[in-house]
Nanobody
Framework: QVQLVESGGGLVQAGDSLRLSCTAS????????MGWFRQAPGKERDIVAS????????SYSDSVNGRFTISRDNAKNTVFLQMNSLKLEDTAVYYC??????????????????WGQGTQVTVSS
């Protein structure tokens, strides 16, 4: 049984930093491209960042490029999202996801096969 478990969300102020983690089990982690998505109330679930299976390539949405960094530790079955210079508009539930269809990065939500339960990030002024 595949499980993706996110952690690290919370309430922060604008300009602060936060680091999300997602630990996977039940799959061969190094065979999966990993992605972070987010969903704000009333909005679609959108890609934030994605990382290739071996970590050698990353892709970011325009809204977070230069502020967020995705990384992974295949030995620990964990993918990270370092979020710096947080803005009010970063408030959302953040989800990690996994796909083995391509090496990655993969930015299309429909191509991901496994999802975590999400972790709330709230940025206040």
């Amino acid at each position: 049984q595949v499980q993706l478990v996110e952690s690290g969300g919370g309430l922060v102020q604008a300009g602060d930093s936060l680091r999300l983690s997602c630990t996977a089990s039940g799959l061969t982690f190094s065979s999966y491209c990993m992605g972070w998505f987010r969903q704000a109330p009333g909005k679609e679930r959108d890609i934030v960042a994605s990382i290739r299976r071996d970590g050698s390539s990353q892709s970011y949405s325009d809204s977070v490029n230069g502020r967020f960094t995705i990384s992974r530790d295949n030995a620990k079955n964990t993918v990270f999202l370092q979020m710096n210079s947080l803005k009010l508009e970063d408030t959302a539930v953040y989800y990690c996801a996994a796909t083995a269809r391509w090496p990655g990065p993969v930015i299309t939500r429909a191509y991901y096969d496994y999802w975590g339960q999400g972790t709330q990030v709230t940025v206040s002024s």
